[in-house]
């Protein structure tokens, strides 16, 4: 696995191997390059490499998913909350004009009274 593609899966610098892991792993692959071939190596370690990536990749992705989910649910909850206030400001907003025009059409009615009071004054002067 690439270095740096180990640091970002896991968070250590570098696998916890013994210096007898390290040296078998070494053995290992010069055991594989004598019995197999040096180009069916490479493909073999390039294809386990792509592996991992693609592995990694995909948690990588799951990861902004669940942020994305959670994100969506909390602009959910904002709008919900949004359209509950518009609701009450509605509400109001009704309420408001009722009662705006109740006070009209008690200044129509006072504008009546005192129009029909003063034309009485005037009428018998």
Avoid: F
């Amino acid at each position: 696995m690439n270095p740096a593609d180990y640091v970002y899966a896991t968070g250590n610098t570098h696998p916890d191997l013994t210096p007898a892991e390290s040296i078998m792993e070494i053995e290992q692959i010069m055991m594989l390059v004598e019995r197999i071939g040096l180009p069916a190596v490479i493909i073999g370690i390039m294809c386990y490499y792509i592996m991992q990536t693609q592995k990694a990749h995909r948690d990588e992705i799951i990861r902004w998913e669940n942020k994305d989910t959670l994100g969506d649910e909390r602009l959910i909850e904002v709008i919900n909350k949004q359209n509950e206030r518009s609701e009450h400001v509605a509400t109001a907003l009704n309420d408001l004009t009722t009662s705006n025009k109740d006070v009209a059409k008690s200044h129509e009615r006072l504008a009546a009274e005192i129009k029909g009071m003063t034309e009485a004054l005037l009428r018998s002067k």
